[in-house]
């Protein structure tokens, strides 16, 4: 079965300073894997996606991850913080292959970003 | 573009009433999804329709909780009795068909059971 760990349950991190989010999935097929942001009162938003394609992929808002096969992971960066980044986000995995568009989601981390 | 439309956005009801959520996906997007978001936890399916039929309500608690898309379009998610642990943000969300479809989210319905 397809799955998703965060790490880290909430970031604190200081305006202007990178970001790190931890991911690690398990997955028994190639995996398609999301992140989203969730802005409070605001809809979750697709941050980008990876499906098998470039290992480093480019986001909205500066954002990026890179797919590690050999570590089970795709964490997702940002060169400088902002204060607007202060967020949950959500580290997503696609159910099985073909089939319909499930997506599974990780616990959420919460970012924090001090001026 | 219109995102996706949800209301009420809050909800308080007592444990054993009833409730409903509406949904109304962006247009032409014929895949909708319930999601149900309890806080500290990530969004979890409840149930996935295509234009009108259902394609995955594998995690729906389907003694209480009923869904329909009306006409392919709008959709209504009940809960009949609520209890406690059904308090959650609930999320409606809807894509293109296919795989890898970007779905796209509401602002969701903030559920308090008491």
Known sequence: ?115 | EAGVAQSPRYKIIEKRQSVAFWCNPISGHATLYWYQQILGQGPKLLIQFQNNGVVDDSQLPKDRFSAERLKGVDSTLKIQPAKLEDSAVYLCASSSMGTLQEQYFGPGTRLTVT
């Open chain 1, 1 to 115: 079965a397809q799955s998703v760990t965060q790490l880290d349950s909430h970031v604190s991190v200081s305006e202007g300073t990178p970001v790190l989010l931890r991911c690690n999935y398990s997955s028994s097929y190639s995996p398609s894997l999301f992140w989203y942001v969730q802005h409070p009162n605001k809809g979750l938003q697709l941050l980008l996606k990876y499906t098998s394609a470039a290992t480093l992929v480019k986001g909205i808002n500066g954002f990026e991850a890179e797919f590690k096969k050999s570590e089970t992971s795709f964490h997702l960066t940002k060169p400088s913080a902002h204060m607007s980044d202060a967020a949950e986000y959500f580290c997503v995995v696609k159910g099985e292959p073909g089939g319909y568009n499930k997506l599974i989601f990780g616990a959420g981390t919460r970012l924090a970003v001090h001026p």
